[in-house]
């Protein structure tokens, strides 16, 4: 886990993310690498609390619902990156996704607006329709009298 201080020399502050939501955690990546993948602990999974972000309910609500697969129980984010061969770099990508899953759940979703089915679509699906059933009707085999 870092500290309020180191955290702060590798990463930029973000007003929405306090330090102390956030957990870090270091193992072995799989993959190739040789003997060195096998001695260092290049993986990376941060551990962020949803409850103690300083964002709106409705913001918290949409993050945990864009990463449905990635939270656990306790409304907790749980983001692994082990893509890149350096831990540092990994720790920068696990950082980026948190900021862009946040930037992503901060903007409004769009109001879909219902719209009917047009005269010609209708028409193309009652086309393709029939089309397939006569295909289906030449497959059969014929009726002798």
């Known amino acids: 886990m870092l500290t309020n201080k180191l955290s702060s020399l590798y990463f930029p ?5 306090p330090t102390n939501a956030l957990s870090w955690q270091f193992t072995q990546a799989r993959g190739p690498g040789g003997q060195h993948v096998n001695k260092v602990a290049t993986a990376v999974t941060l551990r962020v609390s949803v409850d103690a972000l300083h964002v709106k309910p409705l913001v918290r609500q949409r993050m945990l619902d864009l990463a449905s ?77």
């Open 69 to 145: 697969v990635s939270n656990t129980n306790e409304r907790e984010l749980v983001i692994r990156s082990s893509a890149q061969r350096s831990q540092w770099r990994n720790r920068l990508d696990a950082w980026n996704q948190l900021l862009s899953l946040l930037e992503e759940a901060s903007r409004q979703p769009k109001a879909r607006i219902p719209t009917k089915p047009t005269v010609t679509s209708k028409r193309k699906r009652l086309d393709h329709k029939h089309r397939q059933a006569l295909t289906k009707a030449n497959r059969r085999r014929p009726v002798l009298d």
């Open 13 to 17: 502050s973000h007003p929405a993310i």
